[in-house]
Structures are given as structure tokens and as C-alpha cells.
């Protein structure tokens, strides 16, 4: 345990679990988490963690001005996790500056990373709706051979920067290119531009799908859609009215996000029947339990400052209401590629996946269960990415081989 408060022990946790693929390191991690010690305060976290992310850039500098490429790299890249590790507890309205900078830290390591790489990571800017998404691509080598291409989609909150430690390097691995961007509302569109967020996500994976088809690296044939946390719901919407993707991964599972709620909140049956409509009371008695002693810290943190900032609402009313926007129940049939669902037994989120499941009309389709029992059953397999990515690539290796579930562009 890295912290007696269970966000804090959450949010050091998913720092660490990107040390298999190089963000991180064990001791770095467990001697910032010691200083900061039993605090709950969100300022001891964000300065002791920005402090050990401050000692590696400076060791990212001085290895790069020394000539010493991996070592810079390894060390930028920890650098740029825990920077972004620094800012969770400060999420909300209004935007905490200290996040902003944190955020503009996180990116400038992982950027100097980047170059040191070879092929150096590319840094590009995705044209949409007369501006731009930020993306990375990350080749397999530097042929223009086409190969199978991974195209990810983010969560709920994160950054294009943690969707590569907890994505490329095994797609690298086995041969897929990786291509990865933030959408509306999400790492620097939320932190910095304020985009909002929206359900039609098949309207913004259109333009991403356009510019990847111009690269002659990228396989027309075997371009895959991965969402992940947030995304589970994201990228099974975009596949629904982009038929152009070869196939399809929700991380997890999602459907529609009211059916979630109303199971997830404490409140009777009657006013789940009503929800959104939840009576002034009901309101009143959600917010006071969110915000007292006895709060479960993450559901606070998840709904009064992460869930108002990123669906860009006042008041929970307000955040109940927008979710029935976002829903898989009315164009899940029109899913045409071969998907495979996961469903981690230890993620309330997931819950629904076997519902998307039942309503998918595709050539192929798998629902993925982990457990923990094989160290993998948290949110999106968090603590046992190895596992998840060798089933997932497995599956993917298998589908793309075959001629008949294929579809054209």
C-alpha cells in the first residue's frame, strides 16, 4: 500500500503499474509516496511527486547532454509519468495552474523522450474541425511497409502520454504500428483548450481514420480501434458509424452510461426509475455523502471534480442529465467488425460489457474475462497489462489473418 487514502494508494498505484513498460520505477515511487507519508493534502502530494519527477528530467538533461540517449530517454519517460501522477488530486473547476504546468511538464519530457527513440516518436497534429488533436505515432521500423495499425482512444482521464506506456510498446512488440490521439475533453483539450466532450465519438474518429489511411505504414486493411477506461463506451460508438476499422477492442465493455449510474448510486428504486429527475433531496443527501467524513473518496473525486470539469457541468443534476446522452443501446447492431469485449470481475464499470455483448452482429465476437485471482482483475487489467495485452494480441493476430472478416476501406 502506498497510501493509507485509498485515492491517494489508487493514484500512486497506476503511477506504478506502468514500471513493466518503462514509466516508472519501483523505489522512485515508493520513496515519494513515504515522504508524503499519511497527508491527505492534495499539496504535499502534487509537490513531492513533482519533486521526484523534477529529479528525473534533471537526469533526462544531463544524460542527453552527455550523449547518453537511452539513459535520457528512460529517464524522461519516468519524468513524464510522474508529473502527470502529481496532478489527479487537483482535478476540478476551477483549473488549478499547478495542473496546467504539471500537464505542460508531463509533455515536454515525454516529447524529449520521444526523439530519443528509434524510429524517434512522431509528434503530430490531427486536423478536426478547423483546429487540431494532438496524436503520437510510434512505428514498428523505418519501412513504409504497411503493417496492421493500432489507433487508441483515450479515457475519461487521460493523457496521450500514459495511453504509451500502457499501450505501445506491446503493440511495438509484435509488429502493429501505434497511433494514438486525445479527443474533445481530454488530456490537453480538457486541461489546456477546455473542448468539450461529446457522445458522437464516430465523428471524431472519421478525420483520425482519414489522416492515418495517408500513411503509407498504415495497413488499410488491418487498421484496429482501441478504447480504454472511458474509451470502452468511446470506441464501440465510433466503430458504430466508421466502418472503415478491420477491429475492434473495448477496454472494457461499456453500454449506456445511465444504466451504470442508476446501478452504481445509493439511491431507492423509485428514484432509479426517475433518474436524472432525482428529487431535491435525493440530491442534497448524494452531495452531502460525497463531501463528509465518511465519502468514499474516489466516487467524490470521480463525480464533484473530475465527472462536473470534464462533461463541463455545474452541478450533479446537471452531470445525471448529460449522461443519457452517451449510449450504446440504439446503435450497437450497426457494429460490422469483428470486437472483442474485456471484462475485468473487479470493475463496476465493466458490468455492462455482457449487455454490448448480447447486441453486437458481428463475424466475430469474444468476451474476455479477467480476474483477480490472476492479478488482473481491477479497471482495465491495470496491474496485469501483460496478460491483457498478450490475449488481446492473440486474438488480434488471429483476426487479422483472415481473409473473410476483413473489410475494405
Known amino acids: 500500500?502506498?497510501?493509507?487514502?485509498?485515492?491517494?494508494?489508487?493514484?500512486?498505484?497506476?503511477?506504478?503499474?506502468?514500471?513493466?513498460?518503462?514509466g516508472a520505477d519501483f523505489g522512485e515511487v515508493t520513496t515519494t509516496a513515504?515522504?508524503?507519508?499519511?497527508?491527505?493534502?492534495?499539496d504535499d502530494w502534487h509537490r513531492e511527486w513533482v519533486a521526484t519527477a523534477d529529479r528525473m528530467a534533471g537526469i533526462g538533461d544531463e544524460s542527453a547532454t552527455a550523449g547518453h540517449a537511452v539513459s535520457a530517454r528512460e529517464a524522461y519517460l519516468r519524468a513524464s509519468n510522474y508529473y502527470r501522477t502529481s496532478y489527479l488530486p487537483l482535478y476540478g473547476k476551477p483549473v488549478d495552474p499547478r495542473l496546467v504546468e504539471a500537464f505542460e511538464r508531463e509533455t515536454d519530457s515525454f516529447q524529449k523522450a520521444a526523439r530519443l527513440f528509434s524510429p524517434p516518436i512522431e509528434v503530430l497534429e490531427i486536423p478536426f474541425e478547423g483546429g487540431s488533436l494532438p496524436a503520437y505515432f510510434v512505428k514498428v521500423d523505418n519501412s513504409r511497409k504497411p503493417r496492421p495499425t493500432i489507433l487508441q482512444t483515450n479515457g475519461y482521464d487521460s493523457t496521450?502520454?500514459?495511453?504509451?506506456?500502457?499501450?505501445a510498446p506491446a503493440a511495438i512488440r509484435r509488429g502493429y504500428n501505434f497511433l494514438c490521439f486525445d479527443g474533445p475533453r481530454q488530456g490537453r483539450n480538457l486541461i489546456r483548450d477546455g473542448i468539450p466532450i461529446r457522445p458522437d465519438w464516430e465523428n471524431v474518429v472519421r478525420p483520425?481514420?482519414?489522416?492515418?489511411?495517408?500513411?503509407?505504414?498504415?495497413?488499410?486493411?488491418?487498421?484496429?480501434?482501441?478504447?480504454?477506461?472511458?474509451?470502452g463506451y468511446l470506441a464501440p460508438r465510433a466503430a458504430s458509424g466508421e466502418h472503415r476499422i478491420a477491429a475492434l477492442v473495448a477496454d472494457p465493455g461499456?453500454?449506456?452510461?445511465?444504466?451504470?449510474?442508476?446501478?452504481?448510486?445509493?439511491?431507492?428504486d423509485e428514484e432509479k426509475k426517475r433518474y436524472p429527475d432525482l428529487s431535491p433531496e435525493t440530491l442534497r443527501s448524494l452531495e452531502e455523502s460525497l463531501q463528509g467524513p465518511d465519502a468514499n473518496p474516489f466516487l467524490s473525486w470521480a463525480l464533484l471534480q473530475r465527472g462536473l470539469w470534464v462533461n463541463g457541468v455545474d452541478t450533479l443534476h446537471d452531470y445525471f442529465v448529460s449522461t443519457l446522452d452517451y449510449k450504446l443501446s440504439t446503435v450497437a447492431d450497426r457494429i460490422s467488425c469483428p470486437t472483442l469485449l474485456t471484462l475485468a470481475e473487479e470493475d463496476f464499470i465493466a458490468a455492462f460489457a455482457p449487455k454490448l455483448?448480447?447486441?453486437?452482429?458481428?463475424?466475430?465476437?469474444?468476451l474476455v474475462r479477467f480476474t483477480?485471482?490472476?492479478?488482473?482483475?481491477?479497471?482495465?487489467?491495470a496491474s496485469g497489462r501483460a496478460l491483457y495485452h498478450q490475449r488481446v494480441f492473440d486474438w488480434l493476430d488471429k483476426v487479422l489473418q483472415t481473409p473473410s472478416w476483413q473489410h475494405s476501406s
Open 208 to 231: 483520425v481514420v482519414d489522416f492515418a489511411l495517408k500513411r503509407p505504414e498504415v495497413d488499410p486493411k488491418r487498421l484496429v480501434l482501441i478504447g480504454w477506461s472511458f474509451g
Open 1 to 22: 500500500m502506498l497510501s493509507s487514502n485509498s485515492l491517494y494508494d489508487g493514484f500512486g498505484q497506476r503511477g506504478l503499474f506502468h514500471a513493466y513498460y518503462g
Open 160 to 167: 496521450i502520454q500514459e495511453m504509451y506506456f500502457a499501450h
Open 254 to 268: 461499456e453500454w449506456d452510461q445511465r444504466d451504470l449510474w442508476v446501478a452504481a448510486l445509493p439511491i431507492s
Open 372 to 381: 483477480a485471482a490472476e492479478g488482473a482483475g481491477d479497471h482495465t487489467e
Open 34 to 42: 513515504e515522504r508524503i507519508g499519511d497527508s491527505t493534502s492534495a
Open 357 to 366: 455483448y448480447e447486441a453486437l452482429e458481428v463475424p466475430e465476437k469474444r
